[in-house]
């Protein structure tokens, strides 16, 4: 019996072994020079159709938004010579979104790791939200007539204020939820809602109802209404 535990124990070791064969996996370690940033960032400069296919922005406004946030995405301490620049983290943001791709997936090319990727996420967004959340406009009257005046003149559509549209946002269901976030589609889900105005700029986001309650809560409300 002593002899049969000794042995599990024994397997058990070599498992934890084997999962710790190396502590940071040497396709990570190549980031500086084979990751997508290193090796393919200013060849996307240099194509300008290609930087805007990849980041949904020109270049112009890709270094502008770098400007608003570079000061936030800066770290109290950094002593690592192998930290990630943070036009990277910006760029590797923006291809995210843009492209709606797996996090895994955009995070290989750029050689960062899934935990990584995930903190990266959050810095940028929360740069972005603090850096030009005072830039988002307000519905006040004299911009509501603007934004419906702007319609008419381009597009032949009076008394118009926005163009609405929503997606679902796949999540993983937190505990104990149940159906709460499943939709008709058969996945579960957060709701994303948007307003642009005739130039195809958001005038109103909002994100995170749950899908059965969606249309109850905002297809009576309005951005105004609170």
């Not at 406004?61 to 690592?80: D, W, Y």
């Not at 934004?147 to 946002?169: I, M, Q, S, T, Y």
């Not at 999540?171 to 195809?200: E, Q, W």
Request: net charge positive.
């Amino acid at each position: 019996m002593a002899m049969c535990i000794a042995a599990a124990e024994q397997e058990e070791a070599e498992k934890r072994t084997q999962r710790r064969k190396y502590w940071v996996s040497p396709y990570l370690k190549e980031r500086s020079f084979k990751g997508r940033y290193a090796s393919d960032f200013q060849n996307l400069v240099n194509t300008p159709s290609m930087f805007f296919e990849n980041f949904h922005m020109p270049e112009s406004s890709f270094n502008a938004l770098f400007g608003l946030v570079e000061q936030h995405l800066i770290p109290k301490r950094n002593t690592r010579p192998d930290a990630i620049p943070l036009k990277a983290k910006l760029a590797i943001v923006l291809e995210f979104l843009a492209s709606g791709d797996l996090q895994r997936h955009v995070g290989s090319t750029y050689r960062i790791s899934k935990q990584h990727f995930g903190v990266i996420l959050d810095q940028v967004c929360t740069a972005i939200w603090t850096a030009l959340q005072g830039e988002f406009p307000k519905w006040t009257t004299d911009n509501m007539l603007r934004w419906a005046k702007d319609f008419e003149d381009e597009w032949n559509f009076p008394n118009c204020l926005g163009a609405v549209d929503g997606k679902h946002v796949a999540i993983k269901a937190p505990t104990n939820s149940g159906s709460l976030f499943y939709n008709y589609k058969g996945f579960r889900s957060i709701v994303l809602m948007a307003i642009c105005d005739a130039h195809y700029r958001f005038t109103y986001i909002e994100a995170g109802a749950l899908f059965e309650r969606f249309f109850a809560q905002y297809s009576w409300k309005t951005p105004t209404s609170g």
